[in-house]
Nanobody, 118 residues
Framework: VQLQAFGGGLVQAGGSLRLSCAAS????????MGWYRQAPGKQRELVAS???????AIVDSAEGRFTISRDNAKNTVYLQMNSLKPEDTAVYYC?????????????WGQGTLVTVSS
């Protein structure tokens, strides 16, 4: 699975951005898709995930501000980020976990930089 991430940029605190992750194959068969982020000097952390069944999870620090969704027809997963804070500044990575013959495989897109100015 090839993943391409779009939508990063520079935004002021309180603003919004929408990240898109386009997959090279049908995403309805992918068990988990999600977004991770990595800020300078910090470990990569899971921000949001969505299952093939549509169940979602958001990290506590982004609860109520970020929403993850998927459009199976476009093979794309979105991360809508509202009320952005400077601490949301990071490189955001799209991730997919696909299971084949009971073996999980992880796929990563290139990062997209989100910078939130105060």
């Amino acid at each position: 699975v090839q993943l391409q991430a779009f939508g990063g940029g520079l935004v002021q605190a309180g603003g919004s951005l929408r990240l898109s992750c386009a997959a090279s194959e049908y995403i309805f068969s992918i068990m988990f898709m999600g977004w991770y982020r990595q800020a300078p000097g910090k470990q990569r952390e899971l921000v949001a995930s969505i299952t093939s069944g549509g169940n979602t999870a958001i990290v506590d620090s982004a609860e109520g501000r970020f929403t993850i969704s998927r459009d199976n027809a476009k093979n794309t997963v979105y991360l809508q980020m509202n009320s952005l804070k400077p601490e949301d500044t990071a490189v955001y990575y799209c991730h997919a976990k696909k299971v084949r013959a009971a073996v999980p495989y992880d796929y990563w897109g290139q990062g997209t930089l989100v910078t939130v100015s105060s």
